[in-house]
């Protein structure tokens, strides 16, 4: 990432405005020019000039193992897991090369299962399958929603070396070939997302989901952003997807604006950690000193749909807070609060320390693990939010004020800071690596 004050490179004090990833078209704030600002940017991840041909050398020559063609040969089925609607992944761009390659292996369109990793998410809609596939691809293929519920739907695959029952969807476990798609960026839990995660939990059963939830990894010091490779969940994560026999994935990395600017194919372990390598040099926001606020987002469209997965954008900004700062996340959450479960755990107005205490003595619920995150950012932090989608009756429930439009949000923050304080913006939110240099993570 470069960092820059201003909008000129090395002016500390000048009256800026900033383009924030908010929504489908974005939100520009105000910020006055007594405050020490730093705005965290992309710094070198730029578009490649010919995606398409990128993603067939990749698929022809992929990372540490035969072409996806060869793979596919002699093989009658394949089932191949993608994105669900919260994540920018660009499933119509890639898939089209990956069943070509399926089809002239042999594979027959109707033998070649396309499966939402919807995780414990809900199923897709129509209009969503049109917008995460398209109609050409609706129209020649089978496609459905993992169900992580419904039990005899996942196939029983054991229990792994940390002690998780693996459940993973009967449908793409039963399938002769077993290939994911998807993108690498920083999360929350797993160190960057990406590969495994598309089977361990995109398609994994609900009990499955919830243990990889639970307290035992969301406390886990090593199960943060960045943390890759030695990260305990992410070592589940890699043993459920072996089990699942994960033979192929085609991660891509992302620009600002959801362009394509480098693409992993291959085998499971090492594409992936290729894609991270990269993700890791390309998003790194290094901050030499942590700061007194941070404004943030959750990166936009998809991801700023709901509360639930906004809370991403705050978990990566406070790496780079001081003890006892501000973090503002600003996000649209169209669709409000998230899930029934998510909603329900909200709308109990527990302190974040109630909250924390109650998770290690009761059964893992469904969705509960974002609030656990966040409560670890509060218990550390003050937080204040701009959540427009949001019912009001719903923000009394939240740890800390929340406004109706970003600019408000800023300007109250602003009112609460001394104009000596220093502030940080991260207008992509969670897709911005940002670390502490000195507690950076280095890579493998």
Same mark, same amino acid.
């Given at each position: 990432?470069?960092?820059?004050?201003?909008?000129?490179?090395?002016?500390?004090?000048?009256?800026?405005?900033?383009?924030?990833?908010?929504?489908?078209?974005?939100?520009?704030?105000?910020?006055?020019?007594?405050?020490?600002?730093?705005?965290?940017?992309?710094?070198?991840?730029?578009?490649?000039?010919?995606?398409?041909?990128?993603?067939?050398?990749?698929?022809?020559?992929?990372?540490?193992?035969?072409?996806?063609?060869? #793979?596919?040969?002699?093989?009658?089925?394949?089932?191949?897991?993608?994105?669900?609607?919260?994540?920018?992944?660009?499933?119509?761009?890639? %898939?089209?090369?990956?069943?070509?390659?399926?089809?002239?292996? +042999?594979?027959?369109?109707?033998?070649?299962?396309?499966?939402?990793?919807?995780?414990?998410?809900?199923?897709?809609? &129509?209009?969503?399958? $049109?917008?995460?596939?398209?109609?050409?691809?609706?129209?020649?293929?089978?496609?459905?929603?993992?169900?992580?519920?419904?039990?005899?739907?996942?196939?029983?695959?054991?229990?792994?070396?940390? +002690?998780?029952?693996?459940?993973?969807?009967?449908?793409?476990?039963?399938?002769?070939?077993?290939?994911?798609?998807?993108?690498?960026?920083?999360?929350?839990?797993?160190?960057?997302?990406?590969?495994?995660?598309?089977?361990?939990?995109? %398609?994994?059963?609900?009990?499955?989901?919830?243990?990889?939830? /639970?307290?035992?990894?969301?406390?886990?010091?090593?199960?943060?952003?960045?943390?890759? =490779?030695?990260?305990?969940?992410?070592?589940?994560?890699?043993?459920?997807?072996?089990?699942?026999?994960?033979?192929?994935?085609?991660?891509?990395?992302?620009?600002?604006?959801?362009?394509?600017?480098? @693409?992993?194919?291959?085998? &499971?372990?090492?594409?992936?950690?290729?894609? @991270?390598?990269?993700?890791?040099?390309?998003?790194?926001?290094?901050?030499?000193?942590?700061?007194?606020?941070? !404004?943030?987002?959750?990166?936009?469209?998809?991801?700023?749909?709901?509360?639930?997965?906004?809370?991403?954008?705050?978990?990566?900004?406070?790496?780079? @807070?001081?003890?006892?700062?501000?973090?503002?996340? !600003?996000?649209?959450?169209?669709?409000?609060?998230?899930? =029934?479960?998510?909603?329900?755990?909200?709308?109990?107005?527990?302190?974040?320390?109630?909250?924390?205490?109650? %998770?290690?003595?009761?059964?893992?619920?469904?969705?509960?693990?974002?609030?656990?995150? #966040?409560?670890?950012?509060?218990?550390?932090?003050?937080? /204040?939010?701009?959540? =427009?989608?949001?019912?009001? $009756?719903?923000?009394?429930?939240?740890?800390?004020?929340?406004?109706?439009?970003?600019?408000?949000?800023? $300007?109250?923050?602003?009112?609460? #800071?001394?104009?000596?304080?220093?502030?940080?913006?991260?207008?992509?939110?969670?897709?911005?690596?940002?670390?502490?240099?000195?507690?950076? @993570? &280095?890579?493998?």
């Amino acid at each position: 990432m470069q960092a820059r004050h201003g909008p000129n490179a090395g002016s500390a004090r000048v009256a800026m405005k900033v383009k924030l990833e908010y929504d489908k078209t974005g939100a520009e704030i105000e910020l006055p020019d007594h405050q020490r600002i730093r705005v965290l940017e992309s710094r070198f991840a730029r578009e490649l000039a010919d995606p398409n041909a990128a993603l067939a050398e990749a698929i022809r020559r992929p990372i540490g193992c035969a072409s996806l063609e060869e #793979l596919a040969r002699g093989k009658q089925s394949a089932a191949i897991s993608v994105c669900d609607i919260t994540r920018p992944a660009p499933n119509k761009l890639v %898939l089209p090369h990956v069943t070509a390659a399926l089809e002239r292996a +042999g594979i027959k369109p109707e033998n070649i299962r396309i499966l939402i990793a919807t995780g414990l998410h809900r199923e897709a809609t &129509p209009a969503e399958l $049109d917008e995460i596939l398209g109609p050409e691809i609706l129209a020649r293929y089978w496609v459905d929603s993992h169900r992580a519920r419904n039990l005899d739907e996942q196939a029983d695959l054991g229990v792994t070396s940390g +002690g998780t029952h693996a459940y993973v969807d009967r449908r793409f476990v039963e399938t002769d070939l077993h290939i994911t798609l998807g993108f690498v960026e920083p999360h929350l839990m797993a160190g960057f997302s990406g590969g495994r995660k598309l089977i361990s939990i995109g %398609l994994a059963g609900e009990k499955t989901i919830k243990r990889l939830h /639970s307290p035992l990894y969301m406390r886990d010091p090593k199960a943060v952003e960045g943390s890759f =490779p030695d990260n305990p969940l992410h070592r589940e994560l890699l043993e459920i997807a072996s089990k699942a026999r994960h033979d192929f994935m085609i991660d891509v990395a992302l620009t600002r604006s959801r362009g394509v600017s480098a @693409v992993f194919a291959g085998d &499971p372990v090492e594409a992936h950690k290729a894609g @991270v390598e990269f993700v890791r040099e390309s998003t790194l926001a290094g901050v030499e000193q942590p700061a007194d606020a941070v !404004i943030t987002t959750s990166g936009g469209y998809p991801l700023d749909l709901t509360y639930y997965q906004a809370v991403k954008g705050i978990t990566a900004a406070s790496h780079v @807070v001081k003890p006892g700062g501000s973090v503002l996340l !600003i996000a649209a959450c169209r669709e409000g609060l998230g899930s =029934p479960e998510f909603s329900k755990l909200v709308r109990r107005s527990l302190t974040w320390d109630n909250l924390l205490d109650e %998770l290690t003595k009761i059964p893992v619920e469904v969705d509960q693990w974002q609030s656990e995150k #966040l409560a670890m950012v509060a218990r550390k932090l003050s937080l /204040s939010f701009c959540l =427009p989608g949001v019912a009001r $009756d719903d923000w009394r429930h939240l740890w800390g004020p929340v406004f109706e439009t970003p600019q408000q949000a800023v $300007d109250d923050l602003l009112s609460k #800071l001394s104009p000596e304080a220093s502030i940080i913006v991260i207008p992509e939110g969670p897709y911005v690596f940002s670390q502490l240099d000195q507690a950076a @993570v &280095p890579v493998p």
